[in-house]
T-cell receptor, first 113, second 114 residues
Framework: SQKIEQNSEALNIQEGKTATLTCNYT??????LQWYRQDPGRGPVFLLL?????KEKRKERLKVTFDTTLKQSLFHITASQPADSATYLC????????????FGSGTRLQVQP | GAVVSQHPSWVICKSGTSVKIECRSL??????MFWYRQFPKQSLMLMAT?????????EQGVEKDKFLINHASLTLSTLTVTSAHPEDSSFYIC??????????FGSGTRLTVV
């Protein structure tokens, strides 16, 4: 079956360091992959999209890589700040015909001041 | 950008009653909307796909008679949890597809059934 896996354990880092989150998927070849931020009690907020023919995408302090051979995406936040503390979700359109996104379980990031 | 407004943000209801959650697209027309449910510390799970003017498509294991979805206009989709029970307590989130690869999400509704 198709699966999206993220490290379910919380990631704790010091302010100023780079946070790296991982998203692995199986049994599928997506045309693109998306990353979202979710704060407690709120809906997901779109951050970045990377397509299958792109290796890397950047937006301000965010960087996403996409390795279609490894079936993995890495999400980096450089110069992390306490305000970056949130849960980060990766999502794919698993081509189920419904055109809805399927989400990973998310990784909670805690940036310590 | 495209905004989806979801109301209420939280609701508490008694067991056996029904609760309606609204999701409105404010500055675009949403032909398709999606409804997700999220339990604590878990990911978003797709419940159903709502298409304007037609019946919703439910995911396996989601009771269509319990979770009534209406998408009567291009700007409004509603989810009604009928005869709610404590196990229905969850965080419900709507989403709309705004482009071939673009989605926007509501702010979510925390439902607590007591």
């Amino acid at each position: 079956s198709q699966k999206i896996e993220q490290n379910s354990e919380a990631l704790n880092i010091q302010e100023g360091k780079t946070a790296t989150l991982t998203c692995n998927y199986t049994n599928y070849s997506p045309a693109y992959l998306q990353w979202y931020r979710q704060d407690p009690g709120r809906g997901p907020v779109f951050l970045l999209l990377i397509r299958e023919n792109e290796k890397e995408k950047r937006k301000e302090r965010l960087k996403v890589t996409f390795d279609t051979t490894l079936k993995q995406s890495l999400f980096h936040i450089t110069a992390s700040q306490p305000a970056d503390s949130a849960t980060y979700l990766c999502a794919l359109d698993m081509d189920t015909g419904r055109r809805a996104l399927t989400f990973g379980s998310g990784t909670r990031l805690q940036v310590q001041p | 950008g495209a905004v989806v407004s979801q109301h209420p943000s939280w609701v508490i209801c008694k067991s056996g009653t029904s609760v309606k959650i609204e999701c409105r697209s404010l500055d675009f027309q949403a032909t398709t909307m999606f409804w997700y449910r999220q339990f604590p510390k878990q990911s978003l799970m797709l419940m159903a796909t709502s298409n304007e003017g037609s019946k919703a498509t439910y995911e396996q294991g989601v009771e269509k008679d319990k979770f009534l979805i209406n998408h009567a206009s291009l700007t409004l989709s509603t989810l009604t949890v009928t005869s709610a029970h404590p196990e229905d307590s969850s965080f419900y989130i709507c989403s709309a597809r705004v482009s071939p690869d673009g989605y926007t999400f509501g702010s979510g509704t925390r439902l607590t059934v007591v």
